[in-house]
């Protein structure tokens, strides 16, 4: 079957043109996300995604049997010569290739961007680079704990940039598109024989959201999306977790530095896919039902019988369905008030007690919040904050502070609302 392609986008601000790329060979799909900046420079992250996407186009187009990584460094330093960029100092692009032959498929990963490989078993691997996620982790957790604006968006967002400048490109750090050709060397490649694969869908993170950050409207699971895709069209999924945003245009459901983020995806399909559109994916899907029907016993017995209760070793697992299967347990722990077992799995899970610490706020329990504060959970102690503030409780806030985490200079300044 000849490899059919279809790609979608949506700019994250209306006049404002994406930082997303899409370029299409014939054997090859590249989709590029070129990072934002806080402090505003000349050269961009959409201009640098321009440079990198026509030099890579360039190197895939060579009649040669190079590595991805091979052809990725060569791309790069193509860019650094011809335009003189430094590492350490330049703007940077996360990177996606799927490449294909008649015998194998091949995705390349850099960045945060992710790849769903869906495979004729009905089965979604997620290809997904996640060394930026720890970093810079004090950063996120300030920004997650609350929604600044203005002037404190911008300074937190710049805190955050540089402390992930300082670890961008070296060991222990992580690995980016930038002006140093061995970054390309680190990128997470995989591959499967052609035979095996049905589908792959290359996303920036701004659509992958809709799993990663949203998981609502009837996604909560990698496959949904495929079986959206399929049935609809790409572009359909970008103007799906548009949508999903503009419900949230105050940033307070889910916490991020702006309402919408550019979105680009590519959707390469191997073969045809009408007769396998019916996943067995039905345990998912009831378990989302009982979630969505307010059944939430329910629902934590079925996201439990996916995975086989093996919680929380499955976040691990590549098969991203038992990924999103242990996301989906745990908010329906939370929602059927059985803290004490989330917080059992918040002793040695982040996922778990990120999710353990939004209830207790959003049920008010500022005591609960307190004692998990006081045991070193700096969330529980943002969270803590922000209640008592909106209680109108700002010397409890003040209080709170000095008692817990008097060294946190960030604390001190969300308890006097700076």
Request: charged letters at 30%.
């Given at each position: 079957?000849t ?8 700019s994250g601000s209306a006049g404002?043109?994406t930082?997303d790329?899409?370029?299409v060979?014939?054997d090859?799909?590249i989709?590029?996300d ?5 402090v505003p420079?000349?050269r961009?992250?959409?201009?640098y995604a ?10 895939l187009r ?11 460094a060569?791309a790069?330093?193509a860019?650094v010569?011809?335009t ?9 692009s996360?990177?996606?290739?799927c ?5 194998t498929i091949?995705?390349l990963t850099?960045?945060d ?6 495979t ?7 290809v997904?680079d996640d060394r930026l996620?720890p970093i810079?982790?004090?950063?996120r957790?300030?920004l997650q704990a609350?929604c600044p604006?203005?002037?404190e968006?911008t ?6 940039q540089a402390?992930q400048r300082a670890?961008?490109n070296r ?9 140093d050709?061995a970054a ?7 591959s499967w ?5 049905d589908?792959?869908?290359l996303?920036?993170d701004?659509v ?5 950050r949203?998981a ?17 069209g790409v572009?359909?999924l970008a103007?799906?977790?548009?949508g999903?945003?503009?419900t949230d245009?105050d940033?307070s459901r889910w916490?991020r530095?702006k309402?919408?983020d550019?979105k680009a995806?590519a959707l390469i399909?191997?073969s045809?896919?009408d007769h396998r559109l019916q996943?067995?994916f039905?345990?998912l899907?009831?378990?989302?039902r009982?979630?969505e029907r ?5 629902a934590v017995?079925l ?10 070793e499955v976040?691990?697992d590549?098969?991203g ?9 745990l908010?329906?722990l939370?929602r ?5 077992e989330?917080a059992?799995?918040?002793t040695?899970?982040?996922?778990a007690r990120?999710?353990?610490?939004r209830?207790?706020?959003?049920e008010?329990?500022a ?7 006081a045991?070193g ?6 969270l ?6 909106a209680?109108?409780e700002?010397?409890?806030a003040?209080?709170?502070v000095?008692?817990i985490?008097?060294?946190d200079?960030?604390a001190?300044?969300?308890a006097?609302?700076?």
């Open positions: 079957m490899v059919r392609i279809e790609t979608g986008h949506r404002t043109p930082q790329r899409i370029v060979l014939d090859a799909v989709v590029l070129g990072a934002s900046s806080w420079e000349e961009d992250g959409g201009w321009d440079q990198l996407a026509a030099e890579l186009a360039r190197c060579r009649p040669d049997d190079l590595p991805l990584t091979a052809h990725l060569d790069i330093r860019v010569a011809r003189q960029l430094m590492p350490g100092d330049a703007p940077s996360t990177v996606l290739i490449r294909w032959t008649e015998e091949e995705v850099l960045g961007s992710t790849a769903i490989v869906y004729r078993d009905q089965r979604a691997h997620r997904y996620d810079a982790a004090s950063q957790a300030a609350r604006t203005g002037d968006l300074r937190l967002m710049i805190e955050l402390a670890l961008r060991p222990g750090g992580y690995w980016i598109a930038e002006a050709p390309a060397h680190e990128a997470v490649v995989r024989p052609r035979a095996e694969v589908a792959v869908l996303m920036t701004g992958a959201d809709v799993v990663d949203y609502v409207n009837g996604f909560p699971h990698w496959y949904g999306i495929f079986e959206l895709v399929a049935a609809e572009q359909a103007d799906h977790v548009h999903v945003e503009e245009s940033r916490p530095s309402v919408h550019d995806a399909k191997i045809e896919l996943p067995p039905s345990i899907a009831a378990a989302d009982a979630r307010g059944d939430y016993a329910a017995d996201f439990a019988s996916v995975t086989g209760a093996r919680f929380p976040v691990d590549l098969d369905t038992l990924h999103q299967a242990y996301y989906g347990y908010d329906a939370a059927a008030g059985r803290l004490d989330l059992a799995l918040a040695n899970d982040a996922r990120r999710r353990l610490d209830q207790l706020h959003e008010g329990r005591d609960d919040l307190r004692a998990r504060a045991s959970d700096r969330t529980a102690l943002y803590l904050i922000r209640l008592l503030r209680r109108g700002q010397d409890a003040r209080q709170a000095d008692d985490a008097p060294d200079e960030y001190r300044r969300l006097v609302g700076a």
